[in-house]
């Protein structure tokens, strides 16, 4: 089969008062005629280079597993920012959520053929991207319908937001987490439990009543593991309905 092709964009950001770069996976055979579902990540350079995502969506469109496919990746610019722009208490975590729902979707939908609906779009993130996905799809729920999690870092805060929701039924939830994520280094908080507060996190969602998928795989916090679960996590947070 033929792949897909990535556009680079830079798209200045209101919210960030900077430039962003963009990486938009094409499929190879994109046109307006069609409409595209949009998947954004995160942590977007990782998840082209170690996860394949552009490959993956090619494949399991070429398949007839899912729905034609757009992948929006951006990257970011350093770890310094990366924790001020993912993290729940990063200084410029807010602004980055607006940037997604007020700035990309806008832009994106303006641009490309996509179905401009809430359960067109989904995030995807690792880590802190994850975390990020979660409290965007949390704060916008009618504009992203599907939210992936990759070993997202969790804290109280994290909890907290989720024990809010009061309307579950507004996007659905894919999240795992390694048993081996017990000890992970992180490069401001030290050594980190991920395992146990992403339990406590799947119970909160469970007794929520989310549409939801969790697994535990034999596995740390690395892309070895993630890359592994790329093609199972959008086939089934896209699949046909």
Request: glycine share 8%; hydrophobic share 35%; charged share 30%.
């Amino acid at each position: 089969m033929e792949y897909g092709k990535i556009e680079e964009v830079d798209f200045y950001s209101k919210a960030l008062d900077e430039n962003m770069q963009l990486l938009i996976h094409l499929p190879h055979q994109y046109s307006p005629l069609y409409k595209y579902s949009v998947l954004i990540a995160s942590d977007g350079k990782d998840y082209f280079q170690y996860g394949r995502i552009g490959r993956v969506a090619d494949e399991l469109v070429n398949d007839g597993e899912i729905d034609n496919m757009i992948v929006v990746g951006i990257p970011y610019k350093s770890v310094s920012e990366r924790r001020r722009m993912y993290h729940p208490e990063g200084d410029r975590h807010e602004d980055y959520i607006r940037f997604l729902a007020h700035e990309l979707v806008p832009y994106i939908d303006e641009n490309y053929p996509t179905y401009q609906v809430g359960a067109g779009r989904g995030l995807i993130g690792d880590s802190l991207a994850a975390t990020i996905s979660l409290l965007t799809a949390l704060k916008y729920p009618n504009c992203f319908g599907k939210v992936i999690l990759h070993s997202p870092f969790v804290d109280d805060s994290v909890m907290t937001k989720v024990e809010a929701v009061k309307d579950v039924s507004a996007f659905s939830i894919y999240h795992v987490i390694g048993e081996g994520e017990t000890e992970v280094k992180t490069t401001e908080d030290g050594i980190r439990d991920f395992l146990t507060p992403n339990r406590e996190l799947n119970e909160i969602i469970k007794r929520k009543g989310f549409s939801y998928f969790y697994e535990e795989f034999k596995g740390d916090h690395t892309w070895k593991y993630w890359q592994q679960d790329v093609r199972r996590a959008i086939k089934q947070s896209f699949h046909y309905e």
